[in-house]
């Protein structure tokens, strides 16, 4: 008789005395494991809620709503770019579900952090369910499955990750859907685990492009842990154990080639849309890299500990940098596991630490590009480490006691200690984990709450809350403070002001002009003071006739200088009704279009327009104005280079 190979999954429950003590709640007998893991989770939601409790919108965050809220729903979607804002450097790109989350946060509910941290913590709550039913599927039920758990709910990492909507709707939404990839993986068979799969790695990939990891991760989980060794059957090695070395690994991978080949046709055809191209996926040949992978290993290794257990400005919105001696720390804790772990047995720790270094080189060159400090770039990193420790950890020999095996411990106090040592262990282990990382989480929310950015951004809510429609509001530079706390000077409030009244007239100054203090909490008359422009003359500067395709230039008197905040004010006669194409000379006569949030339409007869400069023109010596419909004219009677204060 030829024996059969057994599934990969087992879909049959382990015996009772393998499960662990049980509790009786509704009727239902509910493992103990279970309920201290559920407890861990609450522990870890509670740590992040209490760190962004204080948090507010960066600067960044507001140009990105802003972006995105002055454009249809269907333009950001086809746009992979919308959310690479100007003066939101280094911001993710993000898949098009990222997309279209943020446009609805903009659109629906702007800059409400309540909506954000909601997400953020439904998601850390999915993503520690997920680890959870990934390890007891995986490995026998033990205590020392709560280490990784309380890793994942309280790694410092992604208390950042919740600060955003890009980062909470991109990196971590991709990440969770990476590990409820593998959940289906290893719990579900046949059709139902290939469309989930195939569901999971769509959503993956239309959160991040970190879904690439997916068809990776589930061959990795296949060639390592997914066949169960024989001494965690259920009954003694026979005919139809699962073979070791390397006949376990092919066995494994021939097994799962059909959801890893599902996964991968669906990021095939994300990789074939615009805007994705396979380069974007691997890491750059940039000398910087090492340093930004140096940087990122650092972190998670810190964070297995708790670090940091302070922040500075850039780290709480960047990536944490903790000190040498808790990396120290947290390597040798690891090593020591590992090691613990070895003693038992030797090739299982080998495959398990396979599994955590392909699943952590892969998420660093996904993760790494373009965005190296971007909080969520080492989420799958961290996730993968954890668990790498955990199945490292649980070795199958000697890691738990069956509850009914008790009176089988030797006799002696000595030997009875030493068979205890590890639960001991595995109960101390996410204690110590989650006392280290109540520092890290208190010392975020202090750091968030010292930030000035929330309060300003605060007070111009209020401020614009009871205006009358349509009011007159001229750019203006954003408070020194604030734009030091968040790394960006000379960012003008316009984003902010058309991001919460839409209906804010910010290039009109046809009528009294209203500008925000430097407070952000009141409106006040603005002060424009002349820079410099151009000489005045009796009739028009320049002239731009009905159906002439020139453009009206006006030069400078003298070349002037552009502070932070400086904006072009044109005075002008308008024959029909037109769209202005605004554009600044350099001396150099490069030609830089000025910066606007709406495009709107000049009726004729006179008008006074205000257009604010980006901060990539340092000195103006030109004006160019061209209307955009040719059946128009213009008359430009004065251009000056103004700033309100």
Known sequence: MVAQAPPAVRDTPRPAAA??????????????????????????AELQARALRAAGPTLEEVARQAAVARRG??????????LAVSGAPGGPAGGILTRAAVWLVATVAPLRELVVAIAANSLRVSLALGVWLLLRRLLRPSPLLLVPLAMVMTAPQLIASGAGTTDVAGPLAATVALVWAAVAHVWWSGGRRLGAVALLTTLAMGCDRSGVLVPLVLLLLSATVVRVPPDLQDGPPGPDAVPSGARAVLRGLRAAWPP????????????????????????PADAAVAGVVGDVLRAVAGGLLGAPWTWSAAEVQGLPRPATGVVTAAVLLVGGLLLLAARHDRGRALRAVALGAGWSVAALVVGVPGRPQAPGAVLGVTVA??????LATLAPRGARLPDDAAADLPPGRLPRLRALAPRALALALPVLVVLAAVPASTGFGRRAAADPAPAWAAAVRSTLADLAPFPRITSRAVPAPVAASSGAAGTLDTDIVTLLRPDALVHDADGPVLSLDDTGGRLVTARLDRLGGAARTELCAAVVQPGDTSDARVTMTTPVDLPPGAQIRLELLVTGSARLRVVVEGPDGQATAVRRWSDDVLYEGPHTVLFPVGPQVGTAAAVRVRPATPDAGVCVVAADVVRAR
Do not use: Q
């Open 19 to 44: 499960t662990g003590r049980t509790v009786t709640l509704g009727g239902r007998r509910v493992p103990v494991l279970d309920l201290v893991a559920w407890a861990l989770t609450v522990v870890g």
């Open 73 to 82: 729903l269907v333009a950001v979607l086809v746009d992979p770019g919308a």
């Open 260 to 283: 890893a080949a599902a996964s991968a046709a669906v990021v095939a055809v994300f990789v074939a849309l615009p805007g994705l191209r396979p380069a974007d996926l691997v890491l």
């Open 385 to 390: 480490v954890v668990l790498t420790g955990a």
